[in-house]
């Protein structure tokens, strides 16, 4: 059984072991694959991991040996699992591993918009506060969470991992999400449609998948139906944001701020407009990256992998 970990550094940069995956195979990891190589590095593979290396039809088509794609991250578009279907490819992905991670940045993202944490820190480093007259010393504008609005847009867990910290800080919660299962049983909670979740919020989070109608969904004629003073923050993907449309309503005034975990084009072109937006937080999709979730993502891998090869797969995402 040979086993291909096509791009494993992202999520195991050397601070977790394949030793488990190993001994169902014949194991060979590369840290990166670039796509002119992918053919050559799967060839003979009977079971390929892949985070971000795309596997589109053709790349299946001339593997013969492959039985199973295993995608080490909840989205799956980077494979073409209609294809793989065809083929008799089994295709699994790995649901809420990160959720808490991601909950977590977000606010991560919220609380320096609201405080300026690190522009605080800085401005002490650079003696401003050693200047001042006053015990205190205040150089960008402070906000308090509780009594605020945040609108969630997409409710799966981590969507409502993140309105149960938002409960927490004593804030009001609208969130809009097309199945709308069981609310929170929580006060301060609603759901409302989009334009409304946006006219009202004064910080909106963006927690959906990207599909062909969310792509764009941010775009100048949303961006304008929020308030002068609201966030708004994405770590879920990039292209669900016009990155141009944004990086004018910051510039423009027309929103207050924004905290994004993630782009359109991933890494940036030095020339992205919003790298010089005004108060604009851009993290480098670091969202699902903490060593716990980590650790998750690849004991999950394991158990996928083991599942298929008990003939019971778990997590097929082209059934």
Same mark, same amino acid.
């Given at each position: 059984?040979?086993?291909?970990?096509?791009?494993?550094?992202?999520?195991?940069?050397?601070?977790?072991?394949?030793?488990?995956?190993?001994? !169902?195979?014949?194991?060979?990891?590369?840290?990166?694959?670039?796509?002119? !190589?992918?053919?050559?590095?799967?060839?003979?593979?009977?079971?390929?991991?892949?985070?971000? +290396?795309? !596997?589109?039809?053709?790349?299946?088509?001339?593997?013969?040996?492959? $039985?199973?794609?295993?995608?080490?991250?909840?989205?799956?578009?980077?494979?073409?699992?209609?294809?793989?279907?065809?083929?008799?490819?089994?295709?699994?992905?790995?649901?809420?591993?990160?959720? /808490?991670?991601?909950?977590?940045?977000?606010?991560?993202?919220?609380?320096?918009?609201?405080?300026?944490?690190?522009?605080?820190?800085?401005?002490?480093?650079?003696?401003?506060?050693?200047?001042?007259?006053?015990?205190?010393?205040?150089?960008?504008?402070?906000?308090?969470?509780?009594?605020?609005?945040?609108?969630?847009?997409?409710?799966?867990?981590? *969507?409502?991992?993140?309105?149960?910290?938002?409960?927490?800080?004593?804030?009001?919660?609208?969130?809009?999400?097309?199945? $709308?299962?069981?609310?929170?049983?929580?006060?301060?909670?609603?759901?409302?449609? +989009?334009?409304?979740?946006?006219?009202?919020?004064?910080?909106?989070?963006?927690?959906?998948?990207?599909?062909?109608?969310?792509? *764009?969904? #941010? /775009?100048? /004629?949303?961006?304008?139906?929020?308030?002068?003073?609201?966030?708004?923050?994405? +770590?879920?993907?990039?292209?669900?944001?016009?990155?141009?449309?944004?990086?004018?309503?910051?510039?423009?005034? #027309?929103?207050?701020?924004?905290?994004?975990?993630?782009?359109?084009?991933?890494?940036?072109?030095?020339? /992205?407009?919003?790298?010089?937006?005004?108060?604009?937080? #851009?993290?480098?999709?670091?969202?699902?990256? +903490?060593?716990?979730?980590?650790?998750?993502?690849?004991?999950?891998?394991?158990?996928?992998?083991?599942?298929? !090869?008990? *003939?019971?797969?778990?997590?097929?995402?082209?059934?």
């Amino acid at each position: 059984m040979k086993i291909t970990v096509l791009d494993g550094f992202t999520t195991n940069p050397g601070d977790l072991s394949w030793d488990e995956l190993g001994r !169902l195979g014949d194991l060979k990891v590369f840290d990166r694959t670039p796509r002119e !190589l992918t053919v050559e590095r799967s060839a003979g593979s009977d079971i390929l991991l892949t985070n971000k +290396t795309v !596997l589109e039809a053709d790349i299946l088509r001339s593997l013969p040996d492959l $039985r199973y794609v295993g995608v080490m991250a909840t989205g799956y578009n980077v494979i073409d699992t209609a294809e793989a279907r065809r083929l008799g490819i089994t295709v699994t992905n790995i649901p809420a591993y990160s959720t /808490n991670s991601v909950a977590q940045l977000t606010f991560a993202l919220i609380l320096e918009l609201c405080l300026h944490v690190q522009r605080h820190s800085d401005s002490v480093m650079e003696g401003k506060w050693s200047d001042s007259p006053d015990f205190t010393f205040r150089d960008y504008p402070l906000t308090e969470l509780s009594g605020l609005t945040i609108g969630i847009i997409g409710f799966g867990n981590i *969507g409502r991992k993140v309105c149960e910290i938002a409960i927490a800080f004593g804030m009001k919660v609208i969130a809009t999400s097309p199945s $709308r299962r069981e609310a929170p049983q929580c006060p301060g909670f609603e759901w409302a449609e +989009t334009d409304e979740l946006l006219s009202r919020s004064d910080i909106v989070s963006i927690h959906c998948p990207l599909t062909p109608d969310t792509a *764009g969904l #941010i /775009n100048m /004629n949303s961006l304008k139906l929020m308030k002068k003073s609201a966030f708004l923050i994405n +770590t879920s993907r990039g292209p669900i944001i016009a990155g141009q449309d944004l990086a004018d309503a910051l510039n423009e005034g #027309i929103i207050a701020g924004a905290g994004l975990d993630v782009l359109a084009a991933e890494p940036p072109a030095a020339d /992205n407009p919003l790298l010089k937006a005004k108060n604009c937080i #851009i993290t480098p999709h670091i969202a699902w990256a +903490t060593l716990e979730s980590r650790r998750r993502l690849m004991d999950q891998a394991v158990k996928n992998v083991k599942a298929f !090869l008990a *003939g019971s797969p778990v997590n097929v995402v082209n059934k």
